[in-house]
């Protein structure tokens, strides 16, 4: 009888308990599903301007080589998608940063040949066919609009603009038969609910916040120079005068960036992925080999766990640059050239750096983020993917981490120094993820990641759409681990 009796009690109990557990269960997938109506519902309401699916930058460009200046004509199509009647635009010319000796972001050491200006003027604007009248503010131009653009019209942009490129060893610059130029063109800023996101000038990280657009660009250079730039080369035509003329277009790029190079070699490799090409200094062209194998089992990994990569190729050059050990931009990278050396896949340092200039493909380029107001986002998913890379694939012992927090709310006017901005949005940033993997694991960050990317692939994120995710995937409530992180 008490047999009996034990025995009805445990299967009363196990009853409750599987009850309980489907409740439990249930609710969590009750909160996801909600949630992600939810998100839904608000992404329908959330506007973006410029919209990648209505904005075209046709560039026709000229690169005088004698005079470093680039002479360019862009007529930029897009739609108001913004949701409010535009009265002005915002345009970012961020080759006015260095207009001034003292202000120039660029280290006093990258002057090889001391100060040289860098500067771009527009010289006229036609918003919709009409002479519009603009004013210079720092790096950024104001348009002014004769008459209010209405959500949904269309406008058309036609700008005549000329740019000074300085003699420096910068990501904007020269040296020795290589123009690097980042962010040579007036770039229309992101207008989000958040008001317009202009750029700046800072001497460490990316002061800007660019929207995906689609690029044609015809660019003529003098015929030693072999221009390497973001997106597809269409044609190449030689024309009198020993002038070539580049065809390139690329679709759903954050930004183009182009280097005109004299005396270089290109180092050419496949997978099932992309087409990679490495640019290296002729005489230093042997060791990009390593630089390739190494660059295309970095694009595997991160195919693999993130999302496919966006394009068919992947473009590497070794430049002349001080300030940046890397630059990333649309399906290319920047790498300073002292990382070419015998042995690079030996040096953990260079990988790294490959590793996360790699992952700025997903993490910048896909989903796009405040680079000025929250450069953790970008720059923490880098250096984690880059640790994921280097640990998963290549075995290396975990590396040190940031122990505690730091104030990840710093936007780059809030940073005092480069070993603040470094300590912030890198490692800070870095180690806000591996904590979410301590929590969550690894497999968990995974899903989160990938959901963040189908979620804001070529839109701009903010922290709270991220920790939106966060929460939705995970199934969990983590207000005070993120409120640990952030000290306002
Ligand atoms: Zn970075």
């Excluded at 699916?53 to 005088?64: A, F, G, P, V």
């Excluded at 960050?445 to 994120?461: F, G, M, P, Q, T």
Aim: glycine letters at 8%; aromatic letters at 16%; proline letters at 3%.
């Amino acid at each position: 009888m008490r047999g009996k009796m034990l025995w009805a009690a445990a299967i009363i109990a196990g009853v409750i308990c599987a009850a309980c557990f489907l409740y439990w269960d249930r609710n969590i997938l009750l909160g996801k599903e909600e949630k992600a109506l939810a998100w839904e519902q608000e992404a329908e309401n959330r506007r973006l301007f410029p919209h990648p699916d209505s904005t075209w930058y046709d560039m026709e460009l000229t690169l005088d080589a004698a005079s470093g200046i680039i002479y360019g004509h862009t007529f930029l199509t897009t739609r108001n998608t913004s949701g409010k009647a535009l009265k002005e635009l915002w345009f970012t010319a961020y080759p006015n940063a260095f207009k001034d000796k003292k202000r120039t972001p660029a280290p006093r050491e990258a002057y090889y040949a001391g100060f040289d200006e860098g500067w771009l003027k527009v010289e006229k604007i036609r918003v919709n066919g009409i002479t519009s009248v603009f004013v210079e503010k720092d790096v950024n131009i104001l348009v002014i609009l004769l008459e209010e653009m209405q959500e949904g019209e269309d406008i058309k942009i036609e700008m005549e603009w000329k740019a000074k490129v300085p003699k420096a060893s910068y990501r904007y610059g020269y040296k020795e038969g290589v123009f690097m130029l980042s962010y040579f063109y007036p770039m229309l800023n992101v207008l989000s609910e958040k008001g317009w996101h202009k750029g700046a000038n800072y001497p460490w990280g990316e002061p800007f916040c660019l929207p995906t657009a689609n690029y044609r660009v015809k660019i003529t250079v003098p015929a030693p120079y072999e221009v390497v730039a973001t997106g597809k080369e269409i044609g190449t035509i030689m024309r009198k005068g020993q002038n070539k003329e580049y065809h390139l277009e690329g679709r759903n790029i954050r930004d183009f960036c182009l280097a005109a190079l004299v005396g270089y070699q290109k180092i050419e490799g496949r997978n099932r992925i992309a087409d990679i090409k490495v640019w290296a200094p002729k005489e230093r062209a042997f060791w990009a080999k390593e630089v390739l194998t190494e660059a295309s089992s970095i694009l595997l990994f991160y195919s693999a766990v993130f999302c496919s990569y966006p394009y068919d190729d992947f473009k590497i050059v070794f430049v002349p640059m001080q300030g940046f050990e890397g630059m990333e931009y649309s399906g290319l990278i920047f790498l300073q050239e002292r990382f070419l050396q015998p042995g690079f896949a030996d040096n953990k340092k260079a990988v790294f750096i490959l590793a996360h200039e790699i992952a700025h493909q997903w993490w910048y380029n896909l989903v796009g983020n405040d680079q000025m107001a929250e450069p953790w986002l970008d720059e923490g998913l880098a250096d984690f993917s880059a640790y994921k890379y280097m640990t998963g694939v290549r075995g290396e012992k975990a590396l040190d981490r940031l122990q505690g927090t730091v104030n990840l709310g710093k936007g780059l006017k809030d940073m005092a120094s480069r070993k603040d901005y470094y300590q912030t949005a890198y490692y800070g940033g870095e180690a806000f993820f591996a904590g979410l993997e301590e929590m969550l694991g690894e497999e968990m960050v995974y899903n989160i990641l990938r959901s963040y990317l189908a979620h804001y692939k070529y839109d701009i994120a903010s922290r709270e759409d991220l920790f939106y995710i966060i929460e939705m995937e995970s199934g969990k409530k983590l207000d005070a681990y993120f409120a640990s992180w952030f000290k306002e």
